[in-house]
């Protein structure tokens, strides 16, 4: 999510594969914070940076400057380890680096045109695919060793991605999800989902990605705005809630599967089956809820499904309601949580859970 804007106080952020930390880059340095606590866990102030990737909650993170001094280079990328205060590695490159993403066992950096696909441990190259023109450095990495996808555009004219397997090199297949180029995407954490937002913002789409069929599409709004950030629910099977946020102020909440049997929740659950076939091209607004006011209109944020659980009848045992906490950070120095609810009655209600400053918090 790396951004350099002259209005943001924070250039780049990134939560960690499971949530459990997140990293913002700023004109001074990067922060680390627990996610659960809130709590800034390292600190760096030696100047700006634009990207910011942990590794799980390893020490180990890959960083790259702003280019504000020679010795920050953005073409420049350190695997900087925590522990030591020292960087353990760097890989220098002849273009910008655009995004970053890591798993256990790759290590990957987007460049204006081409994606560096490195073994994580000992460096060496696996795989260099060249891409279409992607300045953005738009990409979508899955952190599952079982389907660990890499997802990058397709074209700059239409809404299409590719997606590769960067562990056994192969390029899987091709979504056709949107007329007009992409802005935001994002791969579910077992990578069988992707889902995926064009320019116009309008519509999300969600393709189960084994066969690339067009599983759910959803209407945010009926004006164009731009979506900064896509996040899938945690849930470690299907996902059961997909959140956009986006320059209207407003995050988006879809429920996926859910929605689609409201009136027999307790039986087929809040997920229901998401394998689609009879629910393509959906639009239906009942999947839809609406945060509004969340996020600061205009303003860059990134949202991510922090926690999933269900709320039971004990006697009965029958789904009272999804409960789900978002943690939102905004560039311009916060950081927020809101508690959602959606009870059987598919009714939102929503509150403030935390809020902090970034910037001021030590
Ligand atoms: C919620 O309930 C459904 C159906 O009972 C179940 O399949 C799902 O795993 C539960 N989700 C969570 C997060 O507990
Ligand atoms: C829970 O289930 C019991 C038994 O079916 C029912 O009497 C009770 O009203 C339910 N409670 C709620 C909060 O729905
Ligand atoms: C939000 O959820 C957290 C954790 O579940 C809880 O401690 C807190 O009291 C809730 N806050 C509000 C405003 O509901």
């Known amino acids: 999510m790396a951004n350099h804007s002259s209005t943001s106080s924070i250039l780049c952020a990134s939560f960690n594969q499971d949530l459990s930390y997140f990293a913002v880059g700023t004109r001074d340095g990067f922060r680390i914070f627990e996610t659960n606590s809130g709590k800034l866990c390292y600190e760096r102030a030696v100047g700006a940076f634009v990207i910011v990737e942990m590794l799980f909650s390893s020490s180990l993170i890959a960083i790259v400057g702003a280019g504000d001094q020679p010795s920050l280079s953005p073409r420049r990328l350190s695997l900087f380890n925590t522990a030591s205060g020292a960087a353990s590695k760097e890989l220098n490159f002849l273009t910008s ?3 970053v993403r890591m798993n256990r066992e790759r290590l990957v ?7 560096y696909v490195y ?18 450095g738009l990409c979508a990495f899955s952190p599952c060793l079982d389907a660990c996808y890499l997802a ?14 960067v562990m056994n090199r192969h390029l899987h297949c091709e979504i056709e999800a949107h007329r007009s180029p992409l802005a935001a995407m994002v791969l579910s954490s077992n990578g069988m989902y992707i889902a995926t937002a064009s320019e116009q913002g309008t519509i999300i789409r969600v393709h189960l990605v084994s066969d690339a069929t067009k599983s759910y599409s959803f209407r945010r709004g009926t004006y164009p705005s731009t979506i900064f950030s896509l996040s899938f629910g945690p849930s470690k099977e299907l996902p059961d809630i997909l959140a956009a946020s986006s320059s209207s102020g407003s995050i988006h909440l879809f429920t996926l599967g859910f929605a689609s049997h409201p009136r027999s929740m307790s039986s087929s659950g809040f997920l229901g089956s998401i394998i689609p076939g009879a629910v393509s091209g ?21 949202v991510v499904i922090r926690k999933v659980e269900n709320l039971t009848n004990s006697s009965s045992s029958e789904l ?15 950081f927020k949580e809101y508690n959602i609810s959606i009870n059987a009655r598919n009714e939102l209600s ?7 400053n970034l910037l001021t918090v030590t």
Not at 119 to 136: A, F, G, H, Q, Y
Not at 350 to 356: I, T
């Open 97 to 99: 680096i655009l995004a």
């Open 350 to 356: 929503w509150a403030l859970g935390r809020e902090f």
């Open 119 to 136: 073994e994580m441990r000992s460096l060496s190259i696996v795989d260099i695919i060249d891409t279409v023109p992607n300045n953005k």
């Open 320 to 334: 009272l309601a999804c409960r789900a906490i978002l943690s939102v950070i905004t560039y311009n120095g916060f």
């Open 152 to 165: 990058l555009p397709a074209s700059t004219t239409k809404g299409s991605a590719l997606l590769y397997n």
């Open 282 to 302: 959906v639009l239906d607004p009942a999947y839809h809820h609406v945060l509004h006011d969340a996020v600061p209109a205009g303003v860059k944020s990134y």
């Open 109 to 115: 950096v987007i460049l204006q045109d081409k994606a």
